[in-house]
């Protein structure tokens, strides 16, 4: 597909019949050709229906504004939709928050690099000045924000100041300070978190270290939506491998942060492609 034709349509509404014969009819008759659908019923009867659809429009015969203005009212308002079109042509605007633990972080920006995330990487804000160097390696600004319990709120406030105006997904790459539920409504389904999977069993600090003291024989990461609730957001991606009594504490903890780095890699591409719909506390994700 080309990004500079390509747009992408999300709906989410009461599942009845015809939805998906009035999405394409609008857009066959503006021109627009259907390249990618994908649909989903939670229920055959009195369901809520879900759909992610990428159409081209190098021949579209309206301008965007008329487009969207003819989908909500000839076929949104009519089947009562939550919907948004996005186009590929304007890549989401990403900065990335990270402390000490770079596997997440040098994985985004390898891939990013490489063209295989399409995104404007906007910045790199950290609360250490340790990671400066490899990251302004890949051309990327780096922003050092000290964070600590007693300056924690003009420390979100300076972050605040920092994404706004050029922000649309914040990727938190082992950020290891919890953000305020004010800081988290600045940009709701628009935070997205990593960590290993052995929440709610091992809490607190050396996860691995009581993982391996209970011989645990799967370990794995979790990316979600960060949400007030610490670590309750919508989940994403998840991802297991399997370990066994051989392993050392050293050794579960790299390959945690190489399920760390792949999770983590998939749920940006996933959210900067548009394939997600948050439904609640859960997701709709289209792959």
């Known amino acids: 597909m080309k990004p500079d034709t390509t747009a992408r349509l999300l709906i989410t509404c009461p599942d009845r019949p015809g939805i998906v014969a009035a999405v394409s009819n609008l857009l066959y008759n503006h021109g627009c050709n259907i390249t990618a659908l994908d649909q989903h019923s939670t229920d055959p009867e009195g369901g809520t229906f879900f759909m992610r659809l990428e159409f081209q429009t190098p021949h579209l015969d309206v301008s965007r504004e008329a487009l969207e203005r003819s989908f909500d009212q000839r076929v949104a308002q009519r089947y009562g ?16 928050l990270v402390s000490k633990y770079d596997h997440g972080l040098l994985e985004i920006l390898w891939r990013w690099s490489r063209r295989e995330l399409d995104a404007e990487v906007t910045q790199v804000i950290s609360n250490h000045p340790d990671l400066e160097d490899p990251v302004r390696s890949f051309g990327v600004p780096y922003e050092h924000v000290p964070f600590s319990p007693e300056t924690k709120p003009e420390a979100e406030a300076h972050i605040l100041r920092l994404l706004e105006g050029q922000t649309d ?4 790459a082992r950020y ?3 953000l305020s539920a004010e800081f988290v409504d ?7 978190n990593i960590h290993h999977s052995f ?20 370990i794995g990461a979790t990316a979600h939506y960060v949400t007030s609730d610490l670590d309750q957001g919508p989940i994403i991606e998840q ?5 066994s009594h051989r392993n050392t504490v050293d050794e579960l903890r790299e390959l945690g942060r190489d399920i760390e780095r792949t999770v983590l890699a998939r749920a940006v591409k996933w959210h900067l492609e548009d394939r997600i719909i948050v439904h609640g506390n859960k997701t709709v994700v289209f792959v």
């Open 239 to 243: 991802d297991v491998i399997r370990v």
């Open 81 to 96: 939709m939550d919907w948004c079109i996005s186009y590929a042509a304007e890549r989401k605007k990403m900065a990335i």
């Open 186 to 192: 600045q940009y709701a389904n628009r935070i997205i």
């Open 199 to 218: 929440l709610p069993a091992f809490v607190g600090a050396n996860p691995y270290q009581q993982a391996c003291e209970r011989g645990v024989k799967l």
């Open 176 to 178: 290891m300070q919890i």
């Open 169 to 172: 997904v914040v990727v938190l």
